[in-house]
């Protein structure tokens, strides 16, 4: 049973187009997170909210939308995608803020 | 600022050769240390918690242990099923009460047959 899951693993679209990525956790964690994986493999986090309330913006481009429905879901949502935007985005889910974050398989984003 | 830092970039083993990756960072009131393992086209895996000074947790062939500054994942007698990327990561204060899982770059190990 998947703790972390995230839909689609790959995605492929053209500049311009909107996309979303969806992420659920079956751990009961109020705190989700996004994370950007560059090629360099660097993690940057993105946005974190917990219990449905946004909690942490990084100077993410308006362009992500993050969108909490349920403290169980954490969507992703990218409008006029640039070549740039192409990454691994990995979701994760976290009990206290000092216990370990568990990380989906991540979602291979490609901007042609 | 809250850093992270992870070296060496990469490092290639052989089969039996232990060695030792270092995890400095800065940050007032550390909540903990985390380390994990990242293999190619899957999410980070968790592997330890560190809470304090002293502290050492041990997996397998891995140990990790904690000073004030720095944290080392010592692997001891690798096989080539360890080789993957490891990152730490350090709650870093983001505002108030909110705190974000900051990583370092990993380092990308090898371990040749």
């Known amino acids: 049973d998947t703790a972390v899951s995230q839909t689609p693993k790959y995605l492929v679209t053209q500049m311009g187009n909107d996309k979303s990525i969806k992420c659920e956790q079956n751990l009961g964690h109020d705190t989700m997170y996004w994370y950007k994986q560059d090629s360099k493999k660097f993690l940057k986090i993105m946005f974190s909210?917990?219990?449905?309330?946004?909690?942490i913006n990084e100077t993410v481009p308006n362009r992500f939308s993050p969108k909490s429905p349920d403290k169980a879901h954490l969507n992703l949502h990218i409008n006029s995608l640039e070549l740039g935007d192409s990454a691994v985005y990995f979701c994760a889910s976290r009990g206290w803020v000092n216990t370990e974050a568990f990380f989906g398989q991540g979602t291979r984003l490609t901007v042609v | 600022e809250d850093q992270v830092t992870q070296s060496p970039e990469a490092l290639r083993l052989q089969e039996g050769e232990s060695s030792s990756l270092n995890c400095s960072y800065t940050?007032?009131?550390?909540?903990?240390l985390f380390w994990y393992r990242q293999d190619p086209g899957k999410g980070p895996e968790f592997l330890f918690t560190?809470?304090?000074a002293g502290e050492e947790k041990e997996k397998e062939r891995l140990k990790a242990t904690l000073t004030k500054k720095e944290s080392f994942l010592h692997i001891t007698a690798p096989k080539p099923e360890d080789s993957a990327t490891y990152l730490c990561a350090v709650p870093a204060n983001s505002g108030g009460s909110n705190y974000k899982l900051t990583f370092g770059k990993g380092t990308l190990l090898t371990v040749n047959p």
């Open positions: 909210y917990n219990n449905k309330e946004l909690i």
């Open positions: 940050v007032s009131g550390l909540r903990g």
């Open positions: 560190l809470y304090s």
